[in-house]
T-cell receptor, first 115, second 114 residues
Framework: GAGVSQSPSNKVTEKGKDVELRCDPI?????LYWYRQSLGQGLEFLIY????????KSGLPSDRFSAERTGGSVSTLTIQRTQQEDSAVYLC?????????????FGNGTRLTVT | AQTVTQSQPEMSVQEAETVTLSCTYD???????LFWYKQPPSRQMILVIR??????QNATENRFSVNFQKAAKSFSLKISDSQLGDTAMYFC???????????FGQGTELSVKP
């Protein structure tokens, strides 16, 4: 079946503009996660959803970052007034359940470049 | 707070040889889950192997196996008969018993040389 789909795959934007990144999880997966990966770095947790609610949004770096999930499916990560330090690959993952043994399935990410 | 440390930023191995990637973690919990993910140049993270902390037996998946030392909080990945397709970034990750987020290490870039 289809995997996690992210769009766009690449996004170049000017400093100060807003951007929206989209994630389509695997059908039936209830949990959805956003991570950020800066060049040569590990994965930095941003937020996760169980259904439409976000039990843990502790990783959002500032109030310029927000995310929502509607219908227990698609999620959008919005970055307002982008800064150059926001340049990174944004990865989305989903899992069948929230439980600890339920593995995360990742998309191919969106590479964001802020000029 | 839990942390995951991978002390080897880069490693290389000859094709068909065996290589071991190190990972240590810090937690005060007694039950949790550990994972190794692989990230090839395509960027997609792929689950390699997972281990439940309460299980004594080390997990194995074909050429991949782990050496889980709970007391030492160590979780190393052994790749046997290395193949060119194993070239990738490898990330160790921790997840507590509540589920939720995975906490990742900084990664080890593995190059398999012909």
């Amino acid at each position: 079946g289809a995997g996690v789909s992210q769009s766009p795959s690449n996004k170049v934007t000017e400093k100060g503009k807003d951007v929206e990144l989209r994630c389509d999880p695997i059908s039936g997966h209830t949990a959805l996660y956003w991570y950020r990966q800066s060049l040569g770095q590990g994965l930095e947790f941003l937020i996760y959803f169980q259904g439409n609610s976000a039990p843990d949004k502790s990783g959002l770096p500032s109030d310029r970052f927000s995310a929502e999930r509607t219908g227990g499916s698609v999620s959008t990560l919005t970055i307002q007034r982008t800064q150059q330090e926001d340049s990174a690959v944004y990865l989305c993952a989903s899992s069948l359940r929230e439980g600890p043994n339920s593995p995360l399935h990742f998309g191919n990410g969106t590479r964001l470049t802020v000029t | 707070a839990q942390t995951v440390t991978q002390s080897q930023p880069e490693m290389s191995v000859q094709e068909a040889e065996t290589v071991t990637l190190s990972c240590t973690y810090d937690t005060s919990e007694s039950n949790y889950y550990l994972f190794w993910y692989k990230q090839p140049p395509s960027r997609q993270m792929i689950l390699v192997i997972r281990q439940e902390a309460y299980k004594q037996q080390n997990a194995t998946e074909n050429r991949f196996s782990v050496n889980f030392q709970k007391a030492a909080k160590s979780f190393s990945l052994k790749i046997s008969d290395s193949q060119l397709g194993d070239t990738a970034m490898y990330f160790c990750a921790f997840r507590d018993n509540q589920g939720g987020k995975l906490i990742f290490g900084q990664g080890t870039e593995l190059s398999v040389k012909p």
